[in-house]
């Protein structure tokens, strides 16, 4: 009996993943202009960080060779501004949803089986049916870590960013050039934050290619979706092509930026502490019901 369950229970999984991978290959294949755009962009041949490089694992070669085989559109959406932010390479991210993926089409089956041996019943047909869209919906998993450690990570470079304007505006102020108060900045900084690290990494290969170091910065800001260095990125072209003098600004912008963080750390305390409100006041509600139960049983109770 165990050994019939068992069959059908790895019959009914491997439907599943038969109607997943036929639905994959049914899907129109066409290219992915932001892919195709990225190759033959300048931006594509620059050498890998070394704060971003990692060693390709096998959970990577299976991304990359997933994203070979599988359509563009079985991925529906890669957040790729999230994951250079990070620096997560995309293979890595195929591999994760495609781990998460093979998790949904299993757990349904070993669910199943511990459901029997307790004497639950459950039906045999059940892990086909559920199956396919347990792996769907676990495949967004590696989506949501991505786009929620990214938003901590911003924060966490608007925090590094607005010291970073502070430094500038003070190299400014000593008398350095625009590039040289820029890439002095960055290197007080690039042994303790990964930020100061890769504006420092900009800034260098800006300096072997030949491009000015402020469109460095609004290339990388471009990249990662961050205004507050396209902010940056303009009042240094200004100090380098008109000769402005930018220390006001620089260190104004940097203070707008703390008044910014501090509103919206205020806000968080703030609705944390509202979501505090309703525990808080649970046990009270269950003492007073205590209370007002037995004369409530008193009253409707028939004498």
């Given at each position: 009996?165990?050994?019939?369950?068992?069959l059908s229970l790895l019959a009914g999984g491997l439907v599943g993943l038969g109607l997943v991978l036929i639905v994959a290959r049914l899907l129109p294949v066409q290219?992915?202009?932001?892919?195709?755009l990225e190759r033959l962009s300048a931006s594509a041949h620059r050498p890998e960080s070394a704060a971003t490089r990692t060693p390709q694992s096998r959970l990577e070669r299976l991304g990359l060779w997933a994203a070979r085989v599988l359509p563009a559109g079985a991925w529906v959406r890669t957040p790729r501004r999230e994951?250079?932010?990070?620096?997560i390479p995309v293979g890595r991210f195929y591999g994760e949803k495609l781990a998460f993926a093979g998790l949904g089409?299993?757990?349904?089956?070993?669910?199943t089986l511990f459901a029997d041996y307790l004497g639950l019943g459950f039906p045999l047909v059940l892990p086909a049916l559920v199956s396919p869209a347990a792996a769907v919906v676990l495949s967004f998993v590696p989506n949501y870590n991505a786009v929620d450690d990214a938003r901590r990570a911003r924060l966490e470079l608007t925090r590094a960013l607005s010291a970073y304007i502070e430094l500038v505006a003070l190299e400014r102020d000593n008398g350095s050039g625009p590039r040289q108060a820029m890439e002095i900045a960055a290197a007080v900084g690039s042994s303790g934050s990964w930020v100061f690290r890769r504006t420092s990494e900009e800034l260098n290969r800006s300096r072997w290619s030949g491009l000015p170091p402020w469109d460095a910065l609004r290339t990388?800001?471009?990249e990662l979706g961050l205004p507050?260095?396209?902010?940056?990125?303009?009042?240094?072209?200004?100090?380098?092509?008109?000769?402005?003098?930018?220390?006001?600004?620089?260190?104004?912008?940097a203070a707008a930026m703390r008044t910014a963080l501090l509103n919206k750390e205020l806000a968080d305390a703030n609705a944390t502490g509202e979501r505090m409100t309703l525990p808080a006041t649970l046990p009270f509600l269950v003492f007073l019901a205590l209370l007002i139960a037995p004369m409530v049983t008193r009253m409707i109770t028939p004498t």
């Open positions: 009996m165990t050994t019939g369950l068992q290219p992915d202009l932001a892919d195709a994951l250079d932010l990070l620096g089409l299993v757990m349904p089956s070993v669910v990388l800001a471009t507050e260095l396209e902010d940056l990125s303009d009042i240094m072209r200004l100090s380098g092509e008109d000769g402005a003098s930018v220390y006001t600004t620089l260190r104004a912008r």
